[in-house]
T-cell receptor, first 111, second 115 residues
Framework: DAKTTQPPSMDCAEGRAANLPCNHS???????VYWYRQIHSQGPQYIIH???NNETNEMASLIITEDRKSSTLILPHATLRDTAVYYC????????????FGKGTRLSVIA | DAGVIQSPRHEVTEMGQEVTLRCKPI?????LFWYRQTMMRGLELLIY????????DSGMPEDRFSAKMPNASFSTLKIQPSEPRDSAVYFC?????????????FGDGTRLSIL
């Protein structure tokens, strides 16, 4: 079972920041927070991951609370192409273990 | 660089037929994963390999499903005989397990319809 809780859906106006929350209250000390997204008819795409510090890359920013029980993925300037299902996943930092997907958040970016 | 390549992209066949799905991982990756996605169950792991060796096949639904990885550049997922409830999108993913912070890279999937 997925160890995260996400809202089923969100809307965001094009050009605005999209803030996607995730609760992971049972996260262990050695588990990271990963975010993937799945655009319609495509395979999931890695976005970003972090342990306890905030992270930023060319796609998004990840803000993790100090107690690590929740996090927020931020798309700073959402575009229509960011419409997708976003999955928050907690797992140990090991490449050879599978991902456990929950239901994710369906983000709709509206013009 | 070429990503994970899956074939066919779409497959429609009648129940009882054998179905073979194919995956070519990214060159140099040594872990390969097969996932299945349905509306009811979402994305779920079927089986994964490390260095061509199956590690966990507990997600394979029945004996009708089998997977092989004869070499580092090729894997197959076979369903025999197929049933309508096997209709789903099947994804293959690969990663370099030797580097701890490497994400999994997914193919675009095979959309399977069993009539």
């Amino acid at each position: 079972d997925a160890k995260t809780t996400q809202p089923p859906s969100m809307d965001c106006a094009e050009g605005r920041a999209a803030n996607l929350p995730c609760n992971h209250s049972t996260i262990s000390g050695n588990e990271y927070v990963y975010w993937y997204r799945q655009i319609h008819s495509q395979g999931p795409q890695y976005i970003i991951h972090g342990l306890k510090n905030n992270e930023t890359n060319e796609m998004a920013s990840l803000i993790i609370t100090e107690d690590r029980k929740s996090s927020t993925l931020i798309l700073p300037h959402a575009t229509l192409r960011d419409t997708a299902v976003y999955y928050c996943i907690v797992r140990v930092l090991s490449g050879n273990t599978p991902l456990v997907f929950g239901k994710g958040t369906r983000l709709s970016v509206i013009a | 660089d070429a990503g994970v390549i899956q074939s066919p992209r779409h497959e429609v066949t009648e129940m009882g037929q054998e179905v073979t799905l194919r995956c070519k991982p990214i060159s140099g990756h040594n872990s390969l994963f097969w996932y299945r996605q349905t509306m009811m169950r979402g994305l779920e792991l079927l089986i994964y390999f490390n260095n061509n060796v199956p590690i966990d096949d507990s997600g394979m639904p029945e004996d009708r499903f089998s997977a092989k990885m004869p070499n580092a550049s090729f894997s197959t997922l076979k369903i025999q005989p197929s049933e309508p409830r096997d209709s789903a999108v099947y994804f293959c993913a690969s990663t370099d397990a030797g580097l701890s912070n490497q994400p999994q890279h997914f193919g675009d999937g095979t959309r399977l319809s069993i009539l």
